[in-house]
């Protein structure tokens, strides 16, 4: 979809170059603004539960670096249309380091909860490691089992 867009906005032959650069770049950053977005329900999440095991971690640092490196370079270029909408990135990633200091993560189990079960059958076995009540939530995996 957006490259029919975007490709329809370029091949208008009455629009200025300016204007076309204009457009695309409030489309892209239209779209970016939805990418930093993305996060606000995980935002509403933590803070209903009062548990920040929702947010993926790797992914915040990463969303929230990537937005304060472009945001430096859009102010560093006198370009807002870099600068704002990672502006925007980079809060929204600050906001969920917040929430992940003042809400910690809970284990959803204990280690008393998971425990290993193994069937044997004739010198190999099969171990199933049980994480809930449901069978999507059951980790088989066969082993080799040793006779001593």
């Not at 091949?11 to 076309?20: E, V, Y």
């Not at 915040?60 to 909408?85: E, K, R, S």
């Amino acid at each position: 979809i957006w490259v029919v867009c975007i490709s329809t906005i370029l091949l208008i032959p009455s629009m200025t170059q300016k204007n076309r650069e204009l457009v695309v770049a409030s489309l892209v950053n239209f779209n970016l603004v939805f990418f930093y977005g993305a996060p606000l329900s995980t935002i509403y999440t933590v803070v209903r539960e009062k548990d920040s095991s929702s947010i993926h971690i790797l992914t915040m640092i990463n969303c929230t670096l990537n937005g304060l490196f472009w945001t430096g370079y859009g102010i560093a270029v006198f370009d807002l249309f870099v600068a704002v909408p990672n502006g925007i990135g980079a809060f929204l990633g600050f906001i969920q380091m917040m929430l992940l200091t003042i809400f910690p993560r809970r284990n959803k189990h204990s280690e008393e909860d998971v425990l290993p079960v193994i069937q044997e059958q004739e010198g190999s076995g099969i171990i199933q490691i049980e994480e809930g009540n449901r069978d999507s939530d059951t980790i088989s995996f066969p082993v080799e089992l040793e006779r001593e």
